[in-house]
Structure formats: C-alpha cells, structure tokens
C-alpha cells in the first residue's frame, strides 16, 4: 500500500467522524464513493463549498471544456493580449452595473482561488494607502522646508524650529512604519493564505500566523457604536507644520491607518448570517469618512445563488471592490476575479501583481461560459435558486417546528442556508457532551448523515453547530424531501436515543 503522505492528519480526523470516503465521481448534485465494487451515491449539499451552483459535471460545461482543450487552447500564453480575461470582466460588468445600479465600470485582476483574489485586494488597498500616506507626507516635507527656508531668512528662531522639526519627523516616522489595519465583521472568513488567514476571526486558523501580515480589528455587526468605538481607538494623527506669527506651530493631520472594509453580505463560514442592514449603513458610513475602500466578498455568497448575482445587491451593500471564485469556474476550472472600482483603480498594480495560472484562457472562458449560462433566460438561474431556495427553507422551518428542543435557528437567502442546532455543552446524555466537547460537534452529525441516509453536508467551518445547504440551482423536490427525511432521523436522535448513534465509529 501506498505509503499515506498527503495530509494523512486530516485523513485520520475525517476518519473519526466517519467522513473519509473516497468520491469518484459528481453528476449534478450527487457524488459517488466507492464500496467494493460498487459505487454509491451520495446527494451533496456541501456543493464545493458554493462552487457547484450549476451542479458537479455540468454537461454543458464539460462540452465546452473538452471542445477548448480539444481545439488547443493557449493555457499558458502570459504577457500577451487576453481578450477572453476583458469578456469576462465585461461581462461582469454589465451584471454588476445592472444590479447596483452604477455607471462607473470596475477593472479586473485575475486569480486562481478565493483567498488569492482577496490578498490581491488587500494588496490594492494597501497600495491605495501608500499612495495617500506618501502624498501627506510630501506635503508635511514641503511645509518643514519651509520652516527651514524661514529659519534660514531669520524670521523664525532657529533652535525651536530645529527641535520641533526633528520631533515632527521623528513621530511622523514611527506612524509611517506602523502595519496598516483592515476591518471586518467578526465571525468573517476570507482564507487562508498568510494576509488573508488575519482577517479571518476563527483564531485557529489566524492567531500562529499573526506576526505574518497585517492585523484586522474584528467588529461585532449587531453592537450599535462598536464600529465608531474600533475606529475611534485607532485614530492617529500625523504631525505637520506651519508658520503662524513668527511661531513655528504643529497641526495634526489624520493618519492613514486603514487599509480597507472587508466584508461578506452572509457570513459563510461563520455560521450563515446575514449582514444587518444597519452594520451595512455604518460600514459605507465609516469608510467614506475614512476614505478607505469597502471589499465586498462574494466568494461563496456571489455568482447567484441568493436570487441575486450579488448577494449584496439584496442589502443596498456597495462594493468599491468585489472578490468571486467558487462557481466562477463552473464546479470545473479554478477561476478568481478581484474588481476595482475604476476611480480607485490603480494601474501600476498590474505592474506589481501576477500569477502564472490567473488569466489562462481556459479559466476564463469557462467563466465567460458560466456568465452566459446565468444570465440565459433574462436571468431565469436567480429566480430557481430562490424559489428552490425557498422550498429548502421552508422544509427546515417546519423541522425546526417539530424539534424545537434540538434546533435553534435556519437562517440564509436563497440556496446559501444554514440550519443551527442548540449547543449540547449542557446535555444530560454524556454522548451528546462528548461530541460537544470535541469541538466537532456538527462534523458527528454530517457523519450520521453520510453513513445512514447518504447525504452530504458540513457545518461552517468557524461555527460547527451551524449545518449548511448549498446545493446546485437544479435541486430537485424529491432531493430535498430526502434531506427532509435524514434531519428528521437525526433530530429525533439527539432528541430521543440520547445521540446514540452520532457517536465516533
Ligand atoms: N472568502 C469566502 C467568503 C469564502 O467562503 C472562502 C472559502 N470558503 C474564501 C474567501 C477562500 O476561498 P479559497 O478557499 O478559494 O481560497
């Protein structure tokens, strides 16, 4: 046997709860594992973690991939013209100037995954700063040589100009060499690379790596004031000079210490919560003041599985700059896109930033292919997920009825849906403390799912007693009737049998 060296840690862990099979195939919303000599089938609402909105193996999307590679396209053509990159930022474009309302259009950077598009804005944010900060210190550099010239002229003492001019500088210094900070909801998650990792709240995968990269103050989203209060506890001011009747005078300029807003409209990982619309209001408020750009994260809420083709089109949340992935590439290709809005645009980024894979033909004509396909029908695919959406919701509402005593809450827009159980901490049956305490508890119940009804689904990675729903625009009733029927077994085993048969296998 092959000796087990790709994350065989993780493999043991999945194991535990029952969750390490092998998948060898997806069609549409089912995956297929092996036993024996017999394949399985598994009715998946995990989704890719959002990336199969239009279902594994999507038939159209296949034929299309076969025909690109078949007809040799140039995956590897960097520093040359991509004019299958400009249709896919076109086509966005047109989708994102549709649904905000906006004439102002938005560049695009490519990239290869989610975590990758959001350092990309992190990395455009930053430069953004840079270029203020840079400017207000040219300008506080011009001021203090004209002190000098003044102290040269006699017309201010040279001795006191000289102090404050090396205090001036000295502070001015030490603000400038301070790691920038971003904003962002807590509970958010926006990957795990080593700038995105820090603004992600689950400390698991933040806090080993913080020394990395740039900080985020995490704001609670439902606690009026607390924005102001974050904001306010990190206000800096620069130090400029001027010459006020023969005095040498310090002003203080406000500080460019943040980068960027960085937000999902539904938190994903974070258990399925929707931005409130007041934090909503506050954030535009406060980055407005602060002149900072708002980055909407649509990675796992985008690409139309709310109704919308941006989940924040639902919530009046406007973007200076968007982040996509996931479905962007079809369930097939690995396709990221960053947008800047083009009055914060700045071009010399794409001087500075690039990937060997982002960009590729192939990548982006399958989202070019995955644009059109979601934008058929007058949009037709928006108002399937929500109505299907509607059908999964209402299903869980009435399981919700009948077992009030083992779930808290069903939550989400659309086919983006999270069903929250009640936290057995407390539990009188010491299986059900167990599970709790193993900080595991929901991945117990997708195991009890996958091993009895064949059904796939993970609690939020950062909010384990929320189990999510993402299932494909074409999920059937019959599919979720039989979602229906497995949670109903589930339910009633940790209501009635003590959670038994949730217990490690
Ligand atoms: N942002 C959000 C909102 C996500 O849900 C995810 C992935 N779950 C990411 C960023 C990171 O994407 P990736 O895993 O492709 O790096």
Redesign the pocket.
């Known amino acids: 046997m092959t000796e087990e060296l790709a994350e065989p840690y993780l493999r043991g862990v999945l194991a535990t709860a029952g969750l390490d099979v092998e998948y060898v195939r997806g069609d549409g919303d089912t995956l297929y594992y092996r036993k024996g000599d017999d394949e399985v089938p598994v009715l998946d609402f995990v989704g890719g973690?959002?990336s199969t909105m239009l279902g594994h193996s999507n038939p159209e999307i296949i034929s299309y991939a076969r025909e690109l590679l078949a007809g040799q396209t140039p995956i590897h053509a960097q520093f040359s013209r991509h004019p299958y990159a400009n249709e896919v930022a076109a086509k966005l474009n047109t989708i994102i100037k549709r649904e905000t309302g906006s004439d102002e259009s938005y560049f695009a950077i490519f990239a290869n995954?989610?975590?990758?598009?959001?350092e990309a804005a992190m990395k455009h944010a930053e430069f953004e700063r840079y270029v203020r900060l840079e400017g207000l210190r040219a300008e506080i550099g011009a001021n203090i040589e004209a002190v000098r010239a003044a102290v040269t002229d006699g017309t201010v003492a040279a001795a006191e100009a000289n102090a404050l001019i090396a205090d001036v500088t000295a502070h001015n210094e030490a603000l400038a060499g301070r790691t920038p900070l971003f904003l962002t909801p807590v509970g958010s998650?926006?990957?795990?690379?080593a700038g995105?990792t820090q603004l992600t709240y689950n400390p698991v995968y933040r806090v080993v790596f913080s020394a990395l990269a740039a900080q985020a103050r995490f704001v609670p989203v439902d606690e009026p004031g607390a924005l102001d209060a974050v904001v306010e506890s990190e206000r800096r001011w620069l130090h400029d000079v001027a010459i006020d009747g023969g005095q040498v005078k310090v002003v203080q300029r406000p500080f460019p210490g943040f980068c960027a807003v960085v937000l999902?409209p539904i938190l994903?990982?974070g258990g399925i919560h929707e931005m409130p619309a007041t934090f909503v209001r506050d954030i535009q408020r406060v980055a407005a003041e602060l002149e900072i750009p708002v980055v909407v994260?649509?990675?796992?809420?985008g690409m139309g599985r709310t109704g919308a083709f941006l989940a924040s089109t639902h919530l009046g949340l406007r973007g200076d700059y968007y982040?996509l992935?996931?479905s962007l590439g079809g369930g097939i290709a690995k396709a990221?896109v960053m947008l800047v809005r083009a009055s914060r645009y700045q071009s010399n980024f794409e001087m500075m930033h690039s990937s060997t894979f982002a960009k590729d033909s192939f990548s982006c004509l399958i989202a070019a292919k995955v644009l059109d396909t979601l934008e058929a029908g007058d949009g037709e695919i928006y108002r399937t997920a929500e109505s299907r959406g509607a059908e999964l919701r209402n299903v869980l509402q009435d399981l919700m009825k009948e077992f009030p005593e083992v779930i808290k809450d069903v939550r989400g827009r659309g086919l983006m849906i999270g069903l929250e159980f009640l936290e057995q901490g407390e539990a009188r049956s010491a299986i059900l403390r167990e599970l709790h305490g193993s900080g595991f508890f929901g991945y117990y119940l997708s195991g009890f799912l996958l091993r009895e009804h064949s059904i796939r689904t993970f609690p939020t990675?950062s909010a384990v007693y929320t189990l999510r729903f993402e299932p494909s625009a074409n999920i059937s009733t019959a599919d979720i009737a039989k979602l229906a029927e497995g949670l109903r077994d589930l339910c009633g085993q940790i209501r009635d049998t003590d959670g038994q048969r949730l217990a490690p296998v």
């Open positions: 973690y959002g995954s989610g975590a990758e598009a959001i998650f926006h990957g795990k690379l995105s999902e994903g990982e994260d649509e990675i796992q809420s982040a992935a996931k990221a990675s």
